[in-house]
């Protein structure tokens, strides 16, 4: 039998977001929710996350650690990969600082959010999208995003994709806060993020630096070099591919 890390699952037949349910209503430690029908879900930076019903899965996690809420970002974007290669989906990657996509496209992005008590974090939010059955005319006005329909060809049933995430989750979950193995999952994080190279924009300020990627720390801190060879340390802003 697989480990699993959460002490509570609850399944919503609609919400309008799951980080705004786990957020507004006093859980305890360890609980996930889902649901495949997710009506406002949000993004990072103030953006909306587009969802359409029973093709979506929105998933939340809320955790208590004292460890900076980059590691969770980091075991929910490694368990997507891994799961990702189970359904033999070689080109997926991650985006920095919290996407995961397939070639050019995105499949999934996480929304992490914190509840503070005292000055210090009490609560960390964990939110996942992934496009599980969209087809093409989903996307007519998201031309960069893609779904594991569109990945594989193939319909997938979306109680399985949840609980096989869902297992992949706990493993890395565990691996983290457990056996507290940080080592490995950078090292695992900066190989799915294929840096080596990478041609970026930064848009940070109003203000656009072009450069490449050149490594990242153990933090999760991107670093990137200019044109002009100038080391930035990346933690806000928008990175955008070339
Ligand atoms: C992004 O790409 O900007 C992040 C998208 C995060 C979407 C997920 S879906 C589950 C959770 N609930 C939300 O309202 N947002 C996150």
């Not at 039998?1 to 609850?10: A, L, R, V």
């Not at 103030?46 to 979506?56: G, H, S």
């Not at 983290?176 to 993020?193: G, R």
Request: proline share 1%; net charge positive; aromatic share 12%.
């Amino acid at each position: 039998m697989s480990y699993d890390f959460f002490k509570q699952e609850i399944y919503l037949k609609k919400i309008d977001s799951t980080n705004n349910y786990l957020k507004s209503t006093h859980f305890d430690e360890n609980i996930i929710i889902y649901t495949f029908n997710q009506t406002k879900g949000r993004g990072r930076r103030n953006k909306e996350w587009l969802d359409f019903k029973n093709k979506n899965l929105a998933v939340s996690f809320l955790i208590k650690s004292p460890l900076d809420p980059f590691w969770f970002i980091c075991a929910a974007s490694l368990s997507l990969i891994d799961l990702l290669k189970s359904l033999n989906i070689k080109k997926s990657w991650i985006k920095w600082p919290n996407d995961i996509y397939i070639d050019d496209k995105k499949l999934s992005g996480i929304l992490a959010e914190t509840i503070w008590y005292q000055g210090n974090i009490q609560r960390i939010i964990i939110g996942i999208g992934i496009n599980i059955n969209n087809n093409i005319d989903d996307f007519v006005d998201l031309k960069s995003a893609t779904s594991l329909y569109l990945a594989t060809g193939k319909k997938q049933k979306l109680k399985m994709i949840y609980q096989n995430y869902k297992r992949e989750l706990s493993r890395w979950l565990l691996e983290l806060t457990e056996n507290k193995n940080l080592d490995l999952i950078s090292e695992k994080w900066k190989e799915a993020s294929y840096i080596s190279d990478k041609k970026i924009k930064w848009i940070i300020n109003n203000e656009i630096i072009s450069g490449n990627i050149h490594d990242i720390k153990e933090d999760g801190t991107l670093i990137i070099k200019s044109i002009n060879n100038i080391l930035y340390e990346v933690k806000t802003g928008e990175v955008i591919l070339e």
